[in-house]
């Protein structure tokens, strides 16, 4: 657990899984919301912070220009979230704009930072993805068409997600309360992330579950850590 709670975190943050705007988590602000219950997007995460982590930039091999292009927008992207999630503490109605707001600048920054991949750096950071988010990625009308969920099969995402969503909400409720530690309401938020990602996983057929394997691609390779203070460790040792 020593290892594997700030992966959790990690993950949780880039999936945008925290959809109420007051959180800033020890992150670093990744954790802006999600302006709708069923997502829609085809990155429920930001692309900016998953391009910020090490492992994957070595995985995509990335060159320097690109790397130094990237840290400049995730800077940027960070900077702009914060003022946002400011402004949306004053208030419900301060929250659900300022949420809106965070998805847009979300999409925005995705789409930049795509722009500096290559088109097959892009085609394996979907299969990243897809390793990272599992099945909170079912969300996505790009997933969905290319899986061939049925309209049913939808429904049911769109459900999946609207209950956690409430659930999320409920959670940040909480913590806002004072009732909680920042440390409970984010195991609470990754322990709700991966009860979701079960649930939409299930909604596949057995065939479809065979295809997003395959669509997975191979799995990101770690670094191997000899150094026991080395940061990597700390966030990816344990998976």
């Not at 670093?28 to 997502?39: I, K, L, S």
């Not at 065939?207 to 191997?224: D, N, V």
């Amino acid at each position: 657990m020593k290892y594997l709670l700030p992966l959790a975190f990690v993950l949780l943050a880039f999936t945008g899984c925290s959809t109420v705007v007051q959180n800033q988590s020890g992150a670093g602000m990744v954790t802006e919301g999600r302006g709708d219950a069923g997502g829609g997007d085809d990155h429920p995460g930001s692309v900016a912070v998953l391009l910020g982590l090490d492992p994957v930039r070595q995985d995509l091999k990335l060159s320097s220009l690109q790397c130094a292009l990237l840290d400049s927008l995730r800077s940027e992207y960070k900077s702009r979230a914060r003022k946002i999630t400011a402004i949306g503490m004053d208030g419900e109605d301060a929250a659900l704009r300022a949420g809106w707001d965070l998805r847009k600048l979300r999409q925005k920054y995705n789409e930049r930072a795509l722009a500096v991949l290559s088109s097959s750096q892009q085609d394996r950071l979907r299969q990243i993805e897809r390793q990272q988010l599992k099945g909170n990625l079912l969300t996505s009308p790009a997933e969905q068409q290319l899986l061939g969920l049925s309209v049913q099969q939808q429904q049911k995402i769109a459900a999946i997600s609207v209950s956690q969503s409430s659930q999320i909400t409920a959670i940040n409720a909480k913590y806002n309360n004072s009732m909680g530690s920042s440390f409970l309401k984010d195991l609470s938020l990754h322990n709700l992330q991966g009860q979701t990602s079960k649930q939409m996983l299930a909604v596949l057929t057995e065939k479809q579950k065979k295809s997003w394997l395959i669509l997975s691609g191979q799995k990101m390779g770690l670094p191997k850590i000899k150094d026991p203070d080395a940061q990597t460790k700390s966030v990816f040792e344990g998976y």
